[in-house]
């Protein structure tokens, strides 16, 4: 488990994430239901070793999107290795890092991942951009 310098800021930006990306259930998605994993682990996979930070279950409870929130001590090789496993349980993996931090995480771990998404706080809110 990735420990970061700012564990609260990470755990506020899940919830915002979540509420704001993974809307679910919605008209379109009515038994779909989003789960955040912090900061309590509710939803772990391969035997507790893999637990997104944002979980997408279907009726059945089978993921059908994750998110996984950077900070930016947590954009790097070990994160990119996360990644890689977390596309093994869902072929839908969006990956949130701090503005400026895009490119660097494409580079290791793009292949895995479905879309990334850069975030920043402007005046208390969370402002989210595709990249």
């Known amino acids: 488990m990735t420990v970061r ?12 994430v979540a509420r704001i990306r993974f809307p679910y259930p919605d008209e379109n998605h009515p038994d779909w239901r989003t ?5 309590t682990q509710l939803i772990v996979f391969n035997d507790g070793k893999l637990i997104p930070d944002v979980v997408t279950l279907n009726r ?18 070990e994160s990119a290795k996360q990644w890689q496993d977390y596309s093994t349980v869902c072929e839908w993996l969006y990956v949130y890092v701090p503005k400026g931090y895009g ?3 494409k580079q290791l771990g793009g ?3 479905k879309g990334f ?15």
Do not use: S
């Open 117 to 131: 998404r850069e975030y920043f706080y402007q005046n208390g809110q969370i402002v989210i951009n595709l990249i």
């Open 60 to 77: 059945e409870n089978l993921a059908q999107v994750l998110g996984e929130i950077e900070t930016d001590d947590t954009v790097n090789e």
């Open 103 to 105: 490119n660097l995480a």
């Open 111 to 113: 292949k895995y991942v």
């Open 5 to 16: 310098r700012d564990q609260k800021l990470h755990d506020k930006t899940c919830e915002l």
């Open 35 to 39: 789960i955040v994993n912090h900061p």
